[in-house]
């Protein structure tokens, strides 16, 4: 049957209910009022490659935190990140600084963020550890193991050409380089996962309410241990590009980098109780982060004031949620009151 | 810093200097005889320098001491504030100086190291280990930390009551201790503090470099390390001190680059974008300094030839930093000497637990600007003092 033609009003309209009940709603607004003020007070933001080295250095935690998201959807947390990614860059930088050919030492990082992953599941789901518990377990497991085998030393002197076009420092093509690449493709599928298939659905469900999940069917534990998988694979990504950027991978290399992972999830839409989060709204949080160092850094703010604009923004980001909430709230219960009087 | 924010005049700046110059002549003299041969009062510690074979002394020598070690274990704690490429340095250096006297003269090594794994600036974490190696009995134990200044004297004031021996190395004394020349050891609990002064010997010398490179003309920005740390406050006041006393040069900007290098490079990427002109970048350490290289790279920007480009300096002496010097990636960068201050921690332990003797209670060790003119001295110099077992 074709499609009733509809007003330019009503199309207004519906795009206009379609923002309100967006859940990145409140992080899109976040980063627009930033732009501006950068916009104002800042011409220098738009000059030169600030853009393109903005989004180059928060490339890592915006893969991350993709990882990250589907974690929190389901319920869980995983504090290991920064540590499981630090040991996969280490794992991938001696084995090429051996003279392993670079597909072999990727795959062997991605293997290892792939069992850090899994043993964090085992743990929260077989064991019975939390969340907490199991991913602090495994920050400190993997973070001891790099100490140890590198006795504090960053591993240097594995960079190759085809390095630095992995790390982001020599461009792929035009101005994309490959780490930008490989956060939309993962972001994309991702992405797509959580929206369009049963896992994705999973997901939700577990996080939501994991007894009602299990009552329905769903399995649980298994849905739970593949998000801890995804965060682990997503850590070793992480890894892999962040030794080729860094140039040196130091013992210390992860440090801070699960709670910029959480932070920027949680900006981004995702909610500590499980349930609810989206990958796009990830994205934006970690761009958020790196927008909001960037006009610290460029408007010559004390460096002391960067962890009290931090903290204002997670603030401001869960209130711009909450408030996102309330409209989404307010629209859909419009929207049933329409539907139910045409159908009246 | 300028004159009229109500700083001294530029000549005050000198006399600190000198005498940083001057204490760093005598620890560097102190350094050489205890690495060659006779100390004082005529006890000898004999040794081979950063390389090189054992020297043990006249045979009587050798036997007095010997005979005063009466084969003993000395069991060591060493708590950096963080497992860093540095700290292995120092400890290796140490090491190479502890079986340089085994070998010598009989004494037997328990060495045990713990350094904070999660934030090396907060302190709380060093607290928790100095305190696991009082409980656990060690001789003597060496410390570099973060943690406030009063809350370490008080544990090492309680360590020393129940037989450890507190010795600080790398640490901001000098921040803690301003009268230091009236009472050097008011307010201290630690047998000595083994280091060098980061205002004078580090941020100073960084600053006179770049002065005297770019001919007192020029804009800076400094990639600076966490708000609130000594290390940060005391280098930056020696480097904005040196660079107050040229007209010419003006301090335009900074950023914090956390002392890791993708901070500092994602710092000088902002700076370099909002300040494309500038002569030079100070990078407080050299892990941010090599950061700030790479974003000059990624930037399009020339480094530093001679005459033109910009120029990088960092402070630390990395083994990992001195093929960039080489290669024109790193102008230069402050040598803090991580291998005389590994092996003066070890002599000044020696001399005070084992020989009786009274050491300084601030020792200075020598610094030095290392670059491509003389890198692969100072190269040379890290690397076989890196040599031998590696562990005890």
Request: net charge neutral; proline share 3%.
């Amino acid at each position: 049957m074709p499609s009733r033609p509809r007003s330019a009003g009503q199309v207004t309209r519906n795009a206009w209910e379609r923002l309100l009940v967006d859940p990145t709603l409140g992080v899109i607004s976040l980063l627009l009022i930033f732009a501006l003020i950068a916009a104002f007070a800042l011409p220098v933001f738009y000059a030169g490659n600030n853009i393109y080295n903005l989004v180059g250095t928060i490339i890592t935690v915006m893969i991350l935190s993709i990882g990250m998201t589907v974690v929190l959807i389901s319920g869980g947390i995983d504090l290991s990140v920064g540590a499981v990614m630090a040991l996969c860059a280490g794992v991938a930088a001696t084995l090429i600084k051996m003279g392993a050919p670079l597909f072999l030492a990727f795959i062997a990082a991605i293997l290892v963020g792939i069992a850090a992953g899994l043993v964090n599941g085992l743990l929260i789901t077989r064991v019975g550890l939390p969340d907490f518990i199991a991913t602090l377990a495994m920050m400190g497991f993997a973070s001891g193991l790099l100490y140890i085998a590198t006795q504090g030393v960053p591993v240097i002197g594995y960079m190759t050409d085809e390095y630095y076009v992995i790390g982001g420092l020599r461009p792929l093509f035009g101005p994309v380089t490959f780490p930008i690449l490989v956060a939309v493709i993962l972001a994309l599928v991702v992405g797509w996962v959580l929206a369009s298939t049963k896992l994705g659905t999973h997901f939700f469900a577990v996080g939501s309410n994991a007894l009602a999940a299990r009552q329905s069917g769903i399995p649980v534990r298994w849905v739970k241990t593949q998000a801890y998988v995804l965060s682990g694979t997503c850590a070793a990504i992480a890894g892999i590009i962040l030794a080729g950027r860094n140039n040196n991978v130091p013992a210390d290399l992860g440090t801070g980098y699960e709670i910029q992972a959480i932070s920027a999830a949680i900006i981004g839409g995702a909610s500590l109780m499980g349930g609810r989060g989206r990958v796009f709204g990830a994205v934006l949080g970690a761009l958020t982060l790196a927008l909001a160092i960037n006009i610290i850094n460029l408007a010559g703010v004390p460096s002391s004031y960067q962890k009290i604009v931090m903290g204002v923004i997670l603030i401001l980001a869960v209130i711009a949620n909450y408030l996102s909430e309330l409209a989404r709230g307010a629209t859909l219960r419009r929207q049933a009151k329409r539907l139910s009087s045409i159908a009246a | 810093m300028s004159q009229e924010n109500g700083s001294p005049p530029v000549s005050s700046r000198t006399r600190p200097l000198r005498r940083a110059i001057a204490l760093g002549a005598s620890a560097a003299l102190l350094v050489a005889l205890a690495a060659c041969s006779t100390v004082d009062d005529g006890s000898s510690i004999s040794g081979k320098g950063a390389s090189g074979s054992a020297n043990c002394g006249s045979g009587d020598e050798q036997s007095a001491i010997t005979a005063a070690v009466k084969g003993r274990t000395l069991k060591v704690g060493f708590a950096p504030p963080i497992l860093s490429e540095f700290y292995t340095q120092v400890e290796k250096s140490a090491f190479n100086r502890m079986s340089e006297l085994e070998e010598c003269y009989g004494i037997k090594w328990e060495w045990a190291r713990q350094g904070a794994l999660n934030d090396a600036h907060s302190g709380v974490e060093a607290v928790g280990i100095v305190e696991n190696f009082i409980s656990n009995k060690f001789d003597a134990v060496f410390v570099c930390s973060a943690a406030a200044h009063a809350t370490m004297q008080e544990i090492y004031k309680a360590g020393s009551e129940k037989g450890v021996d507190f010795y600080q190395f790398n640490s901001t004394e000098e921040l803690e201790n301003p009268s230091q020349a009236d009472d050097p050891t008011a307010g201290l609990s630690t047998v000595s503090n083994i280091g060098y002064d980061d205002r004078w010997q580090s941020g100073y010398i960084a600053g006179q470099y770049l002065a005297k490179a770019l001919q007192g003309e020029g804009q800076i920005v400094q990639i600076l390390g966490p708000s609130g740390s000594d290390w940060t406050k005391l280098r930056q006041q020696g480097f904005e001190a040196a660079i107050s006393e040229f007209p010419g040069m003006t301090i335009v900007g900074s950023a914090d680059g956390g002392y890791v290098r993708d901070k500092g490079l994602t710092a000088a990427q902002d700076l370099l974008t909002k300040f494309p002109d500038i002569a030079a970048i100070y990078g407080e350490n050299e892990d941010m300094a090599l950061g700030a290289s790479q974003a000059i790279d990624l930037a399009g920007l020339k480094h530093w030839d001679g005459t033109k480009g910009i120029i990088t300096i960092g402070a630390d002496g990395l083994i990992s930093g001195m093929d960039s010097i080489r290669q024109d990636k790193l102008s230069a960068t402050v040598d803090v000497n991580s291998v005389d201050m590994g092996r003066t921690m070890i002599d000044t332990l020696f001399q005070h637990e084992i020989l009786g003797m009274t050491v300084a209670q601030f020792i200075q060790i020598p610094t030095v600007v290392i670059d491509k003119t003389n890198v692969d001295w100072a190269e040379a110099k890290i690397a076989a003092s890196q040599a031998g077992s590696g562990k005890y």
